[in-house]
C-alpha cells in the first residue's frame, strides 16, 4: 500500500489549507488513519486520527481548529486546517495501520507566514 499526501503550500496566519492522504488501494480495512507532523529539532508528533467508524481525536494545540475525515469510497483521508498558526509550520505525514502493519505517506509541507 502506498501513501500519497499533498495539499502543503504556504499560507498566511489565520488561513486554511485541506491536506490530502490518497491510498493506492482501498483504506476500508485500515483500522486507524493519522496525520503526523514533524517541525525542525523536534520529535514527529501525532495531529489527529480517524479510526475505520469514525472515531476521531485531536492534539490539544489542534482542537477546534483541524477536522479529520475519510471517505472510504475515494480512498482518501483529509485534514482541514483553519485558523492556522505559525506554530502549525512541519511536515505533515499520513499515516495508516492494519493490523500490525504501518504504512508512511512522503510528507507535505506546511508554512504558515505573513
Known amino acids: 500500500v502506498q501513501l500519497q499526501a499533498s495539499g502543503g503550500g504556504l499560507v498566511q496566519p489565520g488561513g486554511s489549507l485541506r491536506l490530502s492522504c490518497k491510498a493506492s488501494?482501498?483504506?476500508?480495512?485500515?483500522?486507524?488513519m493519522g496525520w503526523y507532523r514533524q517541525s525542525p529539532g523536534k520529535r514527529r508528533e501525532l495531529v489527529s486520527s480517524?479510526?475505520?467508524?469514525?472515531?476521531?481525536s485531536y492534539a490539544d494545540s489542534v482542537k477546534g481548529r483541524f477536522t479529520i475525515s475519510r471517505d472510504n469510497a475515494k480512498n482518501t483521508m483529509y485534514l482541514q486546517m483553519n485558523s492556522l498558526k505559525p506554530e502549525d509550520t512541519a511536515v505533515y505525514y499520513c499515516?495508516?495501520?492494519?493490523?500490525?502493519?504501518?504504512?508512511w505517506g512522503q510528507g507535505t509541507l506546511v508554512t504558515v507566514s505573513s
Open positions: 499515516n495508516a495501520k492494519m493490523l500490525m502493519n504501518s504504512y
Open positions: 488501494g482501498s483504506i476500508f480495512n485500515f483500522n486507524v
Open positions: 480517524i479510526t475505520n467508524t469514525g472515531i476521531t
